[in-house]
């Protein structure tokens, strides 16, 4: 008996019985479509980290020196408090690294973590919860920071501790008249600050903005909110293969500043935008564990569900496989048949889900923040599952209707 013969046979049966087919299929349509839904959302996620907020967060070509890792939420307890008791990174570290890297297109300090949120005042206005950093002037450089008005800080307004700072996009929109912040002056911790810069839009990502925030001179900022507990030098090297060497260059410049033996590990950290890609990794794997287990559970109902249903239509066409046999058709015909049946189904629940997976995928990115990318090899995977689980749960039906003697098979009621 020809493959074609025994596929459409296959496919009739799967149409003569559509309402029992749906119902067999919906387990694996489930299954498979979660897989693909889930493995696309984490998958989009991944590329949005690595193509936006890596980038967004440390700048291209960069690497930072920091008291903390950014991998810190994988830490325990015990190895928290040996990093809590690390030195602050302050100027000095940053004039190591500065001397260090005289080829460097920029070096800045900035304040890290804790950020404080504040209230920004002008005239009768307030705008709340806005974010606020102390930085050097190089930092608005490895941060490739544009400005559509005015300028940014300088070396001077630093040196100088002069109250002068700069806004993101969204803050000139929300706070002034048309957005014409620069020369207004407004009100931040209880003292008064000049705008001489509104920095261009970098966007959203996952609904949060990147353009809520203000940046002021690091010593003005001190002066208000104290040193921050995770103060950060950031270096903007000019090219992508000068980041390796000049890491190893600023590590070494830190250890000899800090006086640290041979036999002793460093008390900083220095770390690239690959650092927090590698973190994000990390913690997607949780959901890459759990996913094949729900996965598994639905896909094994499916293919017992097709099994039983395998078993009725062998009863239920008992008398049609005598006949079938009666008339020259062995063993390995029905058993071929059967087993093309039970393929069938479980392919067509696996294109059904992946079909599905995919149209929720489009509807996750289009009406959320959140992305999706559906990738070739969860795809093929899903499809991969469905033929297999036809093949595991349709091989016993299928052979118990190879077994039926045609005579007795033919005295079968219909």
């Known amino acids: 008996m020809r493959f074609t013969d025994i596929l459409g046979m296959a496919l009739g049966q799967l149409r003569v019985n559509l309402l029992r087919t749906a119902f067999t299929l919906?387990?694996?349509?489930?299954?498979?479509?979660f897989l693909v839904a889930v493995v696309a959302i984490i998958q989009g996620m991944n590329a949005y980290v690595k193509e936006n907020i890596a980038e967004a967060m440390i700048g291209m070509n960069t690497f930072q020196v920091r008291?903390?890792?950014?991998?810190?939420?994988?830490?325990?307890?015990d190895q928290f408090r040996?990093?809590?008791?690390?030195?602050?990174?302050d100027a000095r570290d940053a004039d190591a690294v500065q001397q260090a890297l005289p080829d460097a297109l920029a070096i800045g300090l900035t304040s890290g973590w804790p950020t404080p949120r504040a209230d920004l005042v002008w005239r009768n206005r307030t705008l709340g919860s806005v974010l606020v950093f102390g930085v050097t002037s190089g930092y608005q450089t490895v941060q490739d920071y544009r400005f559509t008005s005015g300028r940014p800080l300088s070396d001077v307004d630093v040196r100088e501790r002069r109250n002068v700072i700069v806004v993101g996009a969204?803050?000139?929109?929300?706070?002034f008249d048309n957005g014409n912040a620069v020369d207004q002056e407004v009100r931040l911790g209880g003292q008064r600050f000049t705008v001489i810069g509104t920095v261009a839009p970098k966007g959203r990502v996952l609904g949060q903005s990147f353009d809520a925030f203000v940046m002021i001179p690091i010593p003005a900022f001190e002066g208000i909110y104290g040193k921050r507990q995770s103060t950060t030098v950031s270096v903007k090297m000019r090219e992508a293969e000068e980041v390796g060497p000049a890491m190893a260059r600023a590590q070494e410049a830190m250890r000899i500043s800090r006086q640290l033996r041979p036999?002793?590990?460093?008390?900083?950290?220095?770390?690239?935008?690959?650092?927090?890609?590698?973190?994000w990794k990390q913690l997607t794997k949780v959901l890459f564990a759990v996913v094949p287990a729900v996965v598994a559970i639905g896909i094994l109902v499916g293919g017992i569900v097709i099994m039983n249903i395998m078993l009725m239509a062998v009863t239920e066409r008992t008398r049609e496989i005598?006949?079938?046999?009666?008339?020259?058709?062995?063993s390995r015909d029905v058993r071929r048949q059967f087993l093309a049946e039970s393929v069938a189904l479980a392919v067509t629940g696996g294109i059904l889900g992946v079909a599905s997976g995919w149209g929720l995928a489009l509807l996750v990115a289009t009406f959320s923040p959140l992305p999706a990318r559906v990738t070739p090899w969860s795809v093929v995977l899903a499809l991969a599952l469905g033929a297999s689980i036809g093949v595991l749960f349709g091989v016993y039906p299928a052979s118990r209707a190879a077994r039926l003697d045609p005579i007795t098979a033919m005295r079968a009621e219909t």
């Open 170 to 175: 969204d803050v000139a929109k929300d706070l």
């Open 26 to 33: 919906l387990g694996i349509v489930v299954s498979v479509g």
């Open 82 to 89: 040996l990093l809590q008791r690390r030195p602050r990174i």
């Open 322 to 330: 005598g006949i079938r046999k009666a008339v020259g058709a062995t």
């Open 263 to 279: 036999s002793e590990r460093d008390d900083f950290d220095i770390g690239t935008g690959e650092a927090f890609i590698a973190f």
């Open 67 to 77: 008291r903390l890792p950014i991998s810190l939420g994988l830490f325990t307890d």
